[in-house]
T-cell receptor, first 111, second 115 residues
Framework: SQQGEEDPQALSIQEGENATMNCSYK?????LQWYRQNSGRGLVHLIL?????REKHSGRLRVTLDTSKKSSSLLITASRAADTASYFC???????????FGKGITLSVRP | GAGVSQTPSNKVTEKGKYVELRCDPI?????LYWYRQSLGQGPEFLIY????????DSGLPNDRFFAVRPEGSVSTLKIQRTERGDSAVYLC?????????????FGEGSWLTVV
């Protein structure tokens, strides 16, 4: 079964704009991981944020985590057409050592 | 290898046939996972190996599905008497270990179509 929910389910923006995607989860976690999936391809790992971290950066990516609200957000700054993909958050619980995914967010960046 | 490798990348089989999907994890990774992804959905957990043993197989949908990892490296997902509902992308992933800093890396997936 799917754990959390991503919001929005679909997002369309102009190249150069920022894209913000949100994710919620339901149980206590060890970490939360964001992935990108291009159509018909595998999952590419973007960033991991641990439960004791509040914010993390990687290049144009910024991830925040609010454990009190059981939510996370992924910000992509200065978006590019190549950022068009589906984005998934997945929470990792050490108790059962597995990732639980949401349904994903479809991001379209118009050139 | 550099990443998680899965074969075949595409498989079309007839209903009722037997299928094997192979996963070669990143060298040195002790944890290996199988997920299944249907169109428009997120990946769903099937089974997790720590070393040679299946630590959690709670996601396997029924007894037609079975997975092995006999030497703690390569894993094979086996599906008996395939049904059209088994059509999906089967994703394999691996990680160095478990824990809070554990990054899990995925392969490109095996697309299974049952006709």
């Amino acid at each position: 079964s799917q754990q959390g929910e991503e919001d929005p389910q679909a997002l369309s923006i102009q190249e150069g704009e920022n894209a913000t995607m949100n994710c919620s989860y339901k149980t206590s976690i060890n970490n939360l991981q964001w992935y990108r999936q291009n159509s018909g391809r595998g999952l590419v790992h973007l960033i991991l944020i641990r439960s004791n971290e509040r914010e993390k950066h990687s290049g144009r990516l910024r991830v925040t985590l609010d454990t009190s609200k059981k939510s996370s957000s992924l910000l992509i700054t200065a978006s590019r057409a190549a950022d068009t993909a589906s984005y998934f958050c997945a929470d990792y619980t050490g108790a059962n050592s597995k990732l639980t995914f949401g349904k994903g967010i479809t991001l379209s960046v118009r050139p | 290898g550099a990443g998680v490798s899965q074969t075949p990348s595409n498989k079309v089989t007839e209903k009722g046939k037997y299928v094997e999907l192979r996963c070669d994890p990143i060298s040195g990774h002790t944890a290996l996972y199988w997920y299944r992804q249907s169109l428009g959905q997120g990946p769903e957990f099937l089974i997790y190996f720590q070393g040679t043993g299946a630590a959690d197989d709670s996601g396997l949908p029924n007894d037609r599905f079975f997975a092995v990892r006999p030497e703690g490296s390569v894993s094979t997902l086996k599906i008996q008497r395939t049904e059209r509902g088994d059509s999906a992308v089967y994703l394999c992933a691996s990680s160095r270990s478990t824990g809070a800093g554990n990054t899990i890396y995925f392969g490109e997936g095996s697309w299974l179509t049952v006709v």
